[in-house]
């Protein structure tokens, strides 16, 4: 059974840089499939940040590219994201998810929550 | 970024059917048979239910369809269950620089 967990530092001051990792069981990143974030501010809706092939090939959404970069560590089966310069709208619960090209994503993790807060 | 337009807010009595639609454009769901529904319910991670606009994953109930029509998909839900009160939200693959594209979300309340 493919399982994510993602893991991060919870609390983040604003202008800091949090970092974001997503450890993988059950399935070899390097096999194939994408490998990606998906976020979501308090009450909101979904928004998808960035997407990393096991090649190494990465995507970006526009909006978030000048601050993102997404890795892969197929040594260790995971995959990170790096967020800088946040702010208090970049607080929410942040997803890594496996997904079928940018169509669907069909494995999730339960979510790491960033509180960007002073 | 929400670049798909669902409605706020559906609801249904058990036993009942209900539909919620998802309108995009010539760029997304016009253009691609890419469209994906998901499920999720309070503090939970979204669910797969439906990919490429009518396909079920292994495990989810035939009480789920999907379609689309033009520009627009729509996930019809029958036989409501207590369960199936949750948040819905449908994606697509976009020919724009973006990637994908959400939906604001669908409040569905089981009365």
């Known amino acids: 059974q493919v399982q994510l967990q993602e893991s991060g530092p919870g609390l983040v001051k604003p202008s800091e840089t949090v970092s974001l990792t997503c450890a993988v069981s059950?399935?070899?990143?390097?096999?194939?499939?994408?490998w990606g974030w998906i976020r979501q501010p308090p009450g909101e809706g979904l928004e998808w940040i960035a997407s990393?092939?096991?090649?190494?090939?990465?995507y970006y959404n526009p909006s978030l590219k000048s601050r993102v970069t997404i890795s892969v560590d197929t040594s260790k089966n995971q995959f990170f994201l790096k967020l800088t310069s946040v702010t208090a709208a970049d607080t929410a619960m942040y997803y890594c998810?496996?997904?079928?090209?940018?169509?669907?994503?069909?494995?999730w993790g339960q979510g790491t929550q960033v509180i960007v807060s002073s | 970024q929400t670049g798909l337009t669902q409605p706020a807010s559906v609801s249904g009595s058990p036993g009942q059917s209900i539909t919620i639609s998802c309108t995009g454009t010539?760029?997304?769901?016009?253009?691609?048979?890419?469209v994906s529904w998901y499920q999720q319910h309070p503090g939970k991670a979204p669910k797969l239910l439906i990919y490429?606009?009518?396909n079920r994953p292994s495990g989810v109930s035939n009480r789920f369809s999907g379609s689309k029509s033009g520009n627009a998909a729509s996930l019809t839900i029958s036989g409501l269950q207590a369960e199936d009160e949750a948040d819905y939200y449908c994606?697509?693959?976009?020919?724009?620089?973006?990637?994908?594209?959400f939906g604001g979300g669908t409040k569905l309340t089981v009365l």
């Open positions: 010539s760029s997304d769901i016009g253009a691609y048979n890419y």
């Open positions: 994606t697509s693959y976009t020919y724009s620089s973006t990637l994908v594209v």
């Open positions: 490429d606009v009518s």
């Open positions: 059950g399935y070899s990143i390097s096999s194939d499939y994408y």
């Open positions: 998810a496996r997904g079928t090209a940018h169509r669907y994503s069909d494995y």
């Open positions: 990393i092939y096991h090649s190494g090939t990465s």
